[in-house]
Structures are given as structure tokens and as C-alpha cells.
């Protein structure tokens, strides 16, 4: 059962700037977030920038600019102003770990009075030694406690000749830790096949064992919920928390995220960064609603949820206890459902961005630009083109190479191709000729969908033609590809005028 300590529900999320948001990060993160809305809690999210050396300038802002576009907002921490700063809101700040290093100073000494901890002057070369000693006797790495028991005497001397040192947790001989997780049941470590972890580096930042436990006792954060590949680390926290005499929170680790190899996810196989999942046009909903289900579901056969829905719907009670496989047909399957389901309106919007970053057409005072032949036309023409493929995409990146041909002043193609594969070229010409002909003759109020269709169908059948010998030659000509819309839905799109000009040019060819 999902379990609630007395109080209210605090979770936190806490990045390290290093890298920008990915698919696995953005799971944890909506986990969290949907645990706190479904029990009135709160969400936290907190920077945890102490390794300095990898820090990735823009980072920050990357993980703010992705929870916007997700619509996840945080209670407390950095969030991002409508100029674009950041700002820090919170009773328990700073939340950024770099500025909260006088608070970790302050329990790193209770630790040391305590005989909790103590300073380790142990060299890397001497380190690097002990793993390759331990590798070759085929024993797991391990710190040999060299300096665990110097006196107090002996390593303020060491101190005291400028020796740089870390300072270690002085982990307890064979003593069992036992933690219940929320997903996993009960876990039990023995110390025996644990060693005494460092808690402050060298350069006085702590590790993210020592600052994490701090930060989320100082924070009151009631749940823990992380990947689990943080398992590992939980025995070290639990025995921190012992030290301090504090409560632990409660701790749920999430599955694996797996490719369909059923191997861990990587970058070739969709584990790139979320801001690659937006560049390729998936929209917000879709995605939150296919990373909901990576590892989640609520026992029903239902799959399209909105953000508010899984709000409501979200327990820890469901999640999975074996690795998610991230399956790019299905996120591709749920982001067409999403695209279907814009207005004309929204559709136009969301495409327009990826249109002009293909060199094809851009927003200019009201109407748009179509930029390899410089006219310019209403947005209700180039809607018009877009709604042809809006049930086609499953990508908005993929409107760009769908609708290109439209925006082109001549189509490349070879003539031989507008002759239907039953026809000939002879009867290809006469069919072309013909039709430019009856075609001119229909009035702009006659060229519209329906009632090109009808009065088409009813000019082939008297002049006995099968369909494929006059619809064949028509649609490539107005298309240049093998695959496309109808040809009366791309008559109807293109207007009169652009429609009789492309079969002329396409009789040209053939002749």
C-alpha cells in the first residue's frame, strides 16, 4: 500500500546541472510531481550543483524552460521568470547546493565530535593501488579504513602540514540495515560489504550522499522517489540518518528505463535529451502521457491521459517493479493521436515554426510568406495544405518534407512517371489535354473539394476512362511524388490557378 507518514507529503527532485534533461530524468521528475498533487503535497525542486568540475553552463535553465513546456511547476526552488531569469522561491532555501556549504560544514562537525567520521589522508596514488590489488584478487572495491583510526593528535598534524584530506563516513562492522521501499518491500544490507564512503571532498563541497541527506532532513521532505540504480546507495543514507538520530523519509525506487533489446537505454536507442524530443515536434501532452505509462499504469486499458487525469489517477501502487521499455513506435502512435486532435488553429501554429526552419514559408504581419517563390498569401491557404497531412504526421518535424512540394515553384520529376502503369503515354497526353481543358472552364466557385470530386468523376466516366488513366497523371502532376494526398484533395488546396499551371507544365513534360 502507498505509504504517507503523518504530515504533509514533501518530495523534491534535485538535478545536477551537468547534462540536459533526459527522458529518465523527466519520468522521475512527473512521478514526483503527480505522488505530490495526488496528496495535496508539495513539489520540490532543488539544484544539486556540488561536483563544480562538470557543471553544463545553461543546464539550469534548460531543466526550467522543459518543466514549463511539460506544464509541471514546482512549490518551491528556481523557476524561471517571464523575462527568462532565474528566481528562487521558498521558506527553506537556498536551493542550490553551492550556497548551502556553511550548513553542511556545520553537520560535518557534529559528525566528527560524534566519531561519526573522520579525515582520511589516504593519496590517490595510494587508492589506485588498493583497487588494482583488490581487482587482481578479485575482491570489490573497497576503502581499507587506513585511516580510520589515526588520532585525533595525528591528524591534526596532518592538517596542520597543509596535507589535503577528504573526510569519511566511519561506516559500523557488521551491522544489518533494513529499509522498507515503497515499490521494492524490504531491503536488507549487511555494513560488512560496505566501506566508509567520503562525505566532504577535498575541495570542502560535499558528496552527493552527505549534502542529499542534509537537504532533504532540513527540507522535510517526507518521500524519496528516485531511479533505482540509487538502491545501492540507500544503505549509506539510512546509516547517516542513524548518525544524526533523524527519521529517514520514505524511499520508492523506480524501474529501469529499457530499450526493446531490453537493455539498459541509451542515446541511440531514444535516450537522447527531452529538448531533442521537442526539436522533432512531440508535443507536451503526448509526451508526459507516454512517460506515464513508462513503468506505471492505473490497472485499466486506458492509454490517453491528460496531465490533470494522471494527477487524479497516479499511485505509487501501480508502478512496475521490472524495466519500462521505451517503445518509439508507441510514443510516435500516442503523439499522432495528440496532433489529430489540435484545431486548425493550433496545428497552424505549432507547424509554422518547423516550416520555416525547412526554408519553405514564415509568419509575416498577419499573413505568410512562401520563401522560395516570394508570394504571399493568407494563413488560410497554407491551413488548407496543412490539413491534409494532420491525420498523416506522427511528428510535427515531418509537415516540412510532407508538404514541400506545395511550396515549390516547379516539381522535378521524370515525365514517364504521370503515366499510369495500365496507360500509355499517347493516352496520358490526350487525358492531360483534356482535363486542363474542362478544368479552365469551372468557375472558382466550382473549385472546391466536393464538387471537384463529383464533376471529375462524372468527365471520366464520359469519356470512358478507368480512374487510374486520368487520376494518376493528374495527382503527380500536381504532386511530383508516388505518394500523396488525392489529386482533388491537392486541387482543392492548391486553387485553380497553381492546379492548371502544374498540369500544363506537366503536359510540357510529357510531349
Known amino acids: 500500500m502507498e505509504k504517507i507518514n503523518t504530515g504533509k507529503v514533501r518530495v523534491r527532485i534535485a538535478p545536477s546541472p551537468t547534462g540536459y534533461v533526459h527522458v529518465g530524468n523527466l519520468r522521475t521528475i512527473l512521478y514526483n510531481y503527480l505522488f505530490a498533487k495526488r496528496h495535496d503535497g508539495q513539489f520540490i525542486i532543488r539544484v544539486e550543483d556540488t561536483d563544480q568540475n562538470r557543471i553544463v553552463p545553461g543546464a539550469v535553465e534548460d531543466l526550467l524552460e522543459v518543466l514549463q513546456w511539460a506544464g509541471i511547476e514546482g512549490d518551491e526552488g528556481p523557476r524561471l521568470t517571464k523575462d527568462r531569469k532565474i528566481k528562487q522561491t521558498g521558506e527553506f532555501g537556498p536551493y542550490y547546493q553551492s550556497k548551502r556549504l556553511d550548513i553542511y560544514q556545520d553537520y560535518i562537525q557534529q559528525l566528527l565530535d560524534k566519531n561519526k567520521a573522520y579525515p582520511c589522508f589516504c593519496t590517490k596514488e595510494r587508492l589506485d593501488k588498493l583497487r588494482e590489488k583488490q581487482r587482481q584478487e578479485k575482491k570489490p572495491p573497497k576503502y581499507d579504513g587506513f585511516c580510520r583510526n589515526l588520532s585525533k593528535k595525528e591528524a591534526q598534524a596532518m592538517m596542520d602540514s597543509g596535507a589535503p584530506y577528504v573526510i569519511r563516513f566511519k561506516m559500523p562492522e557488521n551491522k544489518n540495515i533494513v529499509f522498507e521501499d515503497l515499490i521494492r518491500g524490504k531491503i536488507v544490507v549487511n555494513t560488512k560489504d560496505m566501506d566508509d564512503f567520503v562525505l566532504i571532498k577535498s575541495d570542502g563541497y560535499p558528496t552527493y550522499h552527505f549534502a542529499n541527506i542534509i537537504d532533504d532532513h532540513l527540507m522535510k521532505i517526507s518521500h524519496v522517489m528516485r531511479g533505482d540504480e540509487w538502491i545501492a546507495s540507500t544503505p549509506k543514507h539510512i546509516m547517516l540518518y542513524e548518525a544524526f538520530d533523524w527519521q529517514p523519509p520514505i524511499f520508492a525506487h523506480l524501474p529501469t528505463l529499457l530499450n526493446k533489446q531490453k537493455k539498459k537505454l541509451s542515446k541511440r536507442d531514444g535516450g537522447a535529451s527531452v ?125 516540412s518534407e510532407a508538404t514541400e512540394y506545395f511550396f515549390m515553384d516547379k516539381l522535378e520529376y521524370e515525365p514517364k512517371k504521370l503515366i499510369w502503369k495500365k496507360s500509355d503515354q499517347k493516352t496520358t497526353i490526350d487525358c492531360l489535354n483534356k482535363m486542363i481543358r474542362f478544368l479552365d472552364n469551372m468557375s472558382e466557385q466550382e473549385f472546391n473539394l466536393k464538387k471537384l470530386k463529383i464533376a471529375v468523376f462524372d468527365f471520366i466516366e464520359k469519356n470512358s476512362w478507368d480512374n487510374g488513366t486520368a487520376l494518376w497523371p493528374m495527382r503527380y502532376a500536381l504532386s511530383g511524388r508516388d505518394r500523396s494526398p488525392d489529386p482533388f484533395e491537392l486541387a482543392d488546396a492548391l486553387g485553380k490557378e497553381k492546379t492548371l499551371n502544374r498540369l500544363k507544365t506537366a503536359l510540357k513534360k510529357l510531349q
Request: proline share 2%.
Open 275 to 399: 529538448r531533442d524530443f521537442i526539436d522533432q515536434g512531440y508535443l507536451s501532452q503526448a509526451f508526459i502521457n507516454f512517460i506515464a505509462l513508462l513503468g506505471w499504469n492505473a490497472g485499466t486499458e486506458q492509454e490517453i491521459y491528460t496531465l490533470g487525469e494522471l494527477e487524479k489517477q497516479f499511485s505509487l501502487d501501480n508502478i512496475h517493479t521490472s524495466g519500462a521499455v521505451f517503445d518509439l513506435d508507441k510514443l510516435n502512435w500516442i503523439n499522432g493521436i495528440y496532433i489529430r486532435k489540435m484545431t486548425e488553429e493550433e496545428f497552424f501554429k505549432a507547424t509554422m515554426p518547423f516550416l520555416a526552419k525547412a526554408g519553405l514559408a514564415k509568419e509575416k504581419d498577419s499573413q505568410v510568406k512562401i520563401i522560395k517563390t516570394g508570394e504571399v498569401v493568407k494563413p488560410s491557404y497554407i491551413k488548407k495544405i496543412l490539413g491534409l497531412e494532420q491525420t498523416r504526421i506522427k511528428r510535427l518535424e515531418e509537415i
